[in-house]
């Protein structure tokens, strides 16, 4: 790269490059129009209670209440989660075990509770020789079952332990296994060339590791959305754009109309192929026509995650913590500084609902992108201080690499990097820097940059997941 070169000019020479590549045989992604979109299901998930309850006052047992309040907890979960799909029933053999996973048909992850000293062990025989991906609950005092699903998950079955007396740990474990049915349904849009990992830059080794499809969109197919989206719809969007906005800086009405008909058309994309996933590959050279940051923010605050600059690896991380959290992802950039303990992470296309497609949304600059002079329409969003936050990127398809954080500083108006921007106290900012990304076997900038930060200490409920998806997990810093 030359010295004169700036950061965007490196990614558009990428771009450029990519393109040459697409003209030939090196796109290797079937088109959008070649795989046609899945059925859409309810996540279903075999609830089974293992042996019988006992008496209240004594034995290592749960009782008939314990057992009542747990069917109603997941009766609760079931239908204000909406998407997944219960079969519950009980056994105390394998045989009663077999019969259940044959009722909830293959591939169907188990979610187990142990009502009785050594039932599951008794009853989990065909779990785990189908390899089933299974969530154990364990009630203290229920028995002394819960010293096996660990060993398990070490010789070599998905399997993982939740031991508590919270009863919400039951919603958790559902939250967890859905995700691995709803990755198997998923349809991702790509706008190549894709970035990351090689093993998440393939969509045949997304179809085998995790399920899902991921297809090519034509650009110029493409263009053809833009020119055709709604007018008073698009001028609907420019408008809540910017009477939501604090303050507008560089944007003329001409940027934030090009960029809120974009924001329509990638609407109007994801609606027409039914996916559940975006990333674009192009956008940093999207400054004609409108750059899709609106529309990424769009996207994510609907529940649908949106990757920039073509981050396969970022793309699939926000589809996990989406699927098991509800909650979008912020994609950024990083850089430290240790003189305050503290990771920044920025970048100039951002959601607003961090909370969820319910949550309240955050407030934001409306601001001309930060690496083109002061040209086009992105949102400069104000995240709260004081949040707790984990920062994460799910890459190789085999290693979540995972950290917290504490957000200490969000500028009132950026003045260098991307245009959105967070300070977060780490635990240990020199050790975190000098093992940056030391886990990729790879020298491309943006795979080793990106992180996805969410709102919430998740790091538990990833190292759950992890073991559900025979993952491995990383903690940096």
């Not at 010295?3 to 030939?24: I, K, N, P, S, Y």
């Not at 080793?448 to 993952?471: I, K, P, Q």
């Amino acid at each position: 790269m030359c010295e004169q070169c700036t950061r965007r000019d490196f990614l558009e020479t990428g771009v450029a490059a990519g393109g040459l590549m697409l003209a030939g045989a090196a796109w290797t992604h079937a088109r959008a129009s070649e795989v046609p979109p899945k059925p859409r299901t309810k996540a279903r998930i075999c609830v089974i209670f293992t042996g019988r309850p006992g008496p209240a006052d004594r034995g290592w047992n749960a009782d008939a209440s314990q057992l009542q309040t747990m069917k109603a907890r997941l009766t609760k979960a079931e239908h204000e989660l909406g998407n997944v799909e219960l079969v519950i029933g009980e056994a105390t053999a394998p045989a009663q075990t077999a019969a259940l996973l044959e009722k909830a048909g293959p591939g169907t992850p188990v979610l187990a509770v142990n009502l009785n000293c050594f039932a599951l062990m008794r009853a989990a025989k065909p779990i785990l020789d189908q390899n089933r991906p299974m969530a154990v609950f364990s009630l203290p005092a229920s028995g002394h079952d819960w010293m096996y699903p660990h060993r398990w998950h070490r010789q070599g079955h998905p399997v993982t332990l939740l031991p508590s007396s919270d009863y919400d740990e039951l919603e958790r474990a559902l939250r967890l296994l859905r995700v691995i049915l709803m990755m198997r349904q998923s349809r991702i849009l790509l706008f190549p060339p894709s970035r990351g990992t090689a093993a998440a830059r393939s969509a045949e080794e997304v179809k085998k590791r995790l399920g899902a499809d991921v297809v090519a969109v034509d650009e110029k197919q493409f263009d053809d959305l833009i020119a055709r989206a709604d007018t008073r719809v698009c001028q609907a969007e420019a408008a809540r754009w910017t009477q939501g906005a604090k303050e507008i800086l560089e944007p003329t009405a001409d940027d934030i109309a090009k960029a809120a008909r974009v924001s329509i058309a990638l609407q109007n994309l994801m609606e027409k192929e039914q996916a559940q996933g975006l990333a674009i590959g192009t956008c940093m050279g999207w400054l004609s026509k409108g750059f899709p940051c609106l529309g990424f923010a769009r996207l994510r605050d609907a529940g649908i995650p949106a990757a920039c600059e073509g981050d396969m690896d970022s793309l699939l991380t926000m589809l996990l913590f989406q699927y098991a959290f509800d909650q979008a992802g912020f994609q950024g950039n990083a850089t430290f500084d240790t003189s305050r303990n503290a990771l920044w992470t920025a970048h100039c296309t951002a959601p607003l609902r961090m909370d969820g497609p319910d949550g309240e949304p955050a407030p934001y600059l409306l601001r001309g992108h930060s690496e083109v002079r002061g040209s086009g329409c992105v949102p400069e969003v104000h995240y709260r201080v004081g949040e707790t936050v984990t920062r994460s990127k799910f890459v190789d398809l085999d290693t979540i690499l995972v950290s917290t954080g504490k957000i200490i500083e969000v500028p009132e108006k950026s003045v260098r990097a991307c245009r959105t921007q967070i300070v977060t106290e780490v635990r240990d900012a020199a050790k975190m820097a000098a093992n940056w990304s030391s886990a990729l076997d790879t020298e491309d900038a943006m795979t080793l940059l990106h992180r996805v930060v969410v709102y919430g200490d998740h790091v538990d409920s990833v190292r759950h997941l992890a073991r559900l998806m025979n993952l491995n997990v990383v903690e940096e810093g």
